[in-house]
């Protein structure tokens, strides 16, 4: 069984940064999409930003130019490197990854909380 195992998150100050990682565990299978998401209190999860593979990145457009997100494929590990942090970025944050269409998987959540 495939799982997500998430390190990282806790508590800084605007303008601080935080670095997320993400490691698969339990899995032979190399995840096609990676990528984080995020869900705040009372607000549906959205995406972060996602990687390929490949390489190809995406991001949302509230944290183009200062997140970086990039990915071992020999590790199975996606990394979220978060700079200029904002109040905004508060903010349950997700691991996620993709086998195939109908298999996806999420970390367990941890939190970042970005204080004024």
């Known amino acids: 069984q495939a799982q997500l195992v998430e390190s990282g998150g806790g508590s800084v100050q605007a303008g601080g940064s935080l670095s997320l990682s993400c490691a698969a565990s339990g899995t032979i299978f190399r995840f096609n999409g990676m990528g984080w998401y995020r869900q705040a209190p009372g607000k549906q999860r959205e995406l972060v930003a996602t990687?390929?593979?490949?390489?190809?990145?995406n991001y949302a457009d509230s944290v183009k130019g200062r997140f970086t997100i990039s990915r071992d494929n020999t590790k199975n590990t996606v990394y979220l490197q978060m700079n200029s942090l904002k109040p905004e970025d508060t903010a349950v944050y997700y691991c996620?990854?993709?086998?195939?269409?109908?298999?996806?998987?999420w970390g367990q959540g941890t939190q970042v909380t970005v204080s004024s």
């Open positions: 990687i390929t593979r490949g390489g190809n990145t």
């Open positions: 996620w990854g993709n086998i195939g269409a109908a298999y996806n998987y």
